[in-house]
């Protein structure tokens, strides 16, 4: 019968060949730092197998249930590490501590390479210093305090990666960068986590990459409010990220009243995965954004609502609502067509959420996707010209589609 040293290098071996197989690790130097660490040091308490899924664990919960901090999911931490493109003898800071990528990042770092990793709560900073003591790891510098202020002390620094949920980029990030530096953080942008790298273009910062991804969020006195939820009904929930705030009496009643869909004609296979991008493309060009929650179909008075997995993009106005929808275009299953359910008295907004669409289709389809460009010299008042401007504190944020 196996040791647990036996048995755990045996599951890390599993583990690394899978994340290879899968793609998301692809750097030697990834995979040796993934075969170097022990990820059951980092999660204490749980089963060898659970320490080894493909899965997120969480370490806090506060009083309600809600996690606080995590160790994030292997496939999103080789992703990251992927990302930031780590060097030996790189200066790395982390904001967020669990431990584990703290301690692969020490390996990818080497000897002459620094690692420093920041956490606002005092008790993952202590957790995460026992798991790396019991792992062996060290030379990692530990820091209690607000990670949206840094570590300036530490910097400047050739990589900066964050592990939980921002809603805007820091300026301290960017100003304890070097030239050549690198950020890769988990972004709330208008409701959507995305996770995006930036590097320096000139005088402002340019990220892409646009993964889905979902991390706790940040806490600390610069941390956005969480998602607002308007209750729309039994099981309706319409989640928003700023701007004006739905009537919920009002469109519940419109929800209650007909139902009406206008198609588009765009018609995409499963296999093209255009969900995301569709999603993203909607937030940036709606200027009501949300997303509609039913889990599954849900009633208000006679009238049936159901959104799509994950939640339906949604707009709304004084006294309507229209939200994706989607239809089979072939009998196989494998195509679908993007429509607009609408409901309220004047579908003008529901024909303009279509147009749209067909927008999208006709000269973003395949395209390479949007770019985030933060502006770190200038003032929000300052900023003109395309893209959506993020409703956020800090530098300008603006998307871009090419």
């Given at each position: 019968?196996?040791?647990?040293?036996?048995t755990?290098a045996?599951?890390?071996?599993g583990?690394?060949?899978e994340l290879?197989?899968?793609g998301?690790i692809v750097?030697?130097q990834v995979a040796a730092a993934?075969?170097?660490v022990?990820?059951?040091?980092?999660?204490?308490?749980?089963?060898?197998?659970?320490a080894?899924?493909?899965d997120?664990?969480?370490t806090k919960?506060?009083?309600d249930?809600?996690?606080l901090?995590s160790?994030?999911?292997?496939w999103?931490?080789a992703?990251?590490?992927e990302?930031?493109?780590?060097?030996?003898g790189?200066?790395?800071?982390?904001i967020?501590?669990?431990?584990?990528n703290a301690?692969?990042?020490r390996?990818l770092v080497?000897?002459?390479g620094?690692?420093t990793?920041?956490?606002?709560?005092?008790?993952?900073?202590?957790r995460?210093?026992?798991?790396l003591?019991?792992?062996?790891v060290?030379?990692v510098?530990?820091v209690?305090g607000d990670?949206?202020?840094?570590?300036?002390?530490?910097g400047?620094?050739d990589?900066?990666?964050?592990?939980?949920?921002?809603?805007?980029?820091a300026?301290?990030?960017?100003e304890?960068?070097t030239d050549e530096g690198?950020?890769?953080?988990?972004?709330r942008i208008r409701g959507?986590?995305r996770?995006?790298t930036?590097?320096?273009?000139?005088d402002?910062w340019v990220?892409?990459?646009?993964?889905?991804?979902?991390f706790?969020?940040?806490?600390g006195?610069a941390a956005?409010?969480?998602?607002?939820?308007?209750?729309?009904g039994?099981?309706?929930?319409l989640?928003?990220?700023g701007g004006p705030?739905?009537d919920?009496d009002?469109?519940?009643?419109?929800?209650?009243g007909?139902r009406?869909?206008?198609?588009?004609?765009?018609?995409?296979?499963?296999?093209?995965?255009?969900?995301?991008?569709v999603?993203?493309?909607?937030?940036t060009v709606l200027?009501v954004?949300?997303?509609?929650?039913?889990g599954g179909?849900a009633s208000v008075?006679?009238a049936?609502?159901?959104?799509?997995?994950?939640?339906?993009?949604?707009?709304?106005t004084?006294?309507?609502?229209?939200h994706l929808?989607?239809?089979?275009?072939?009998?196989g299953?494998?195509?679908?067509?993007y429509?607009?359910?609408?409901?309220?008295?004047d579908?003008a907004?529901?024909?303009?959420f279509?147009?749209?669409l067909?927008h999208?289709?006709?000269?973003?389809?395949?395209?390479?996707?949007?770019?985030?460009?933060?502006h770190?010299?200038?003032?929000?008042?300052?900023?003109?010209?395309a893209?959506?401007l993020?409703?956020?504190?800090g530098p300008p944020?603006?998307?871009t589609?090419?």
């Amino acid at each position: 019968m196996l040791g647990v040293e036996s048995t755990a290098a045996a599951l890390n071996a599993g583990l690394v060949e899978e994340l290879e197989h899968s793609g998301r690790i692809v750097s030697p130097q990834v995979a040796a730092a993934f075969r170097a660490v022990r990820r059951d040091l980092f999660v204490p308490g749980i089963p060898l197998d659970d320490a080894y899924r493909d899965d997120a664990v969480f370490t806090k919960r506060d009083a309600d249930g809600s996690p606080l901090s995590s160790v994030s999911a292997p496939w999103l931490v080789a992703t990251m590490l992927e990302r930031l493109g780590v060097r030996q003898g790189d200066r790395v800071l982390e904001i967020g501590s669990g431990g584990y990528n703290a301690a692969l990042l020490r390996h990818l770092v080497g000897p002459h390479g620094s690692v420093t990793s920041q956490d606002i709560d005092p008790e993952v900073i202590e957790r995460a210093a026992r798991c790396l003591a019991g792992a062996g790891v060290d030379g990692v510098r530990l820091v209690t305090g607000d990670g949206t202020l840094g570590v300036p002390a530490g910097g400047p620094y050739d990589r900066l990666v964050v592990t939980v949920q921002a809603t805007s980029i820091a300026p301290a990030w960017l100003e304890q960068l070097t030239d050549e530096g690198r950020l890769v953080v988990p972004l709330r942008i208008r409701g959507l986590g995305r996770l995006l790298t930036f590097v320096r273009e000139d005088d402002h910062w340019v990220g892409d990459g646009w993964d889905l991804c979902g991390f706790v969020r940040m806490r600390g006195p610069a941390a956005r409010n969480p998602l607002m939820t308007t209750r729309l009904g039994d099981g309706i929930r319409l989640r928003w990220d700023g701007g004006p705030q739905p009537d919920a009496d009002v469109l519940t009643a419109a929800l209650a009243g007909e139902r009406r869909e206008v198609w588009t004609g765009v018609a995409v296979g499963v296999a093209e995965g255009t969900r995301p991008v569709v999603d993203l493309w909607l937030a940036t060009v709606l200027d009501v954004f949300g997303r509609l929650h039913t889990g599954g179909a849900a009633s208000v008075g006679e009238a049936t609502v159901q959104a799509l997995p994950g939640g339906s993009p949604a707009t709304w106005t004084r006294d309507g609502l229209a939200h994706l929808v989607m239809r089979p275009a072939d009998t196989g299953g494998s195509r679908f067509e993007y429509g607009v359910a609408w409901y309220g008295r004047d579908g003008a907004f529901a024909e303009d959420f279509a147009a749209q669409l067909r927008h999208w289709d006709r000269d973003h389809r395949g395209g390479p996707g949007p770019v985030l460009r933060v502006h770190p010299k200038e003032s929000r008042d300052q900023r003109t010209g395309a893209g959506r401007l993020l409703d956020r504190p800090g530098p300008p944020a603006v998307i871009t589609w090419p």
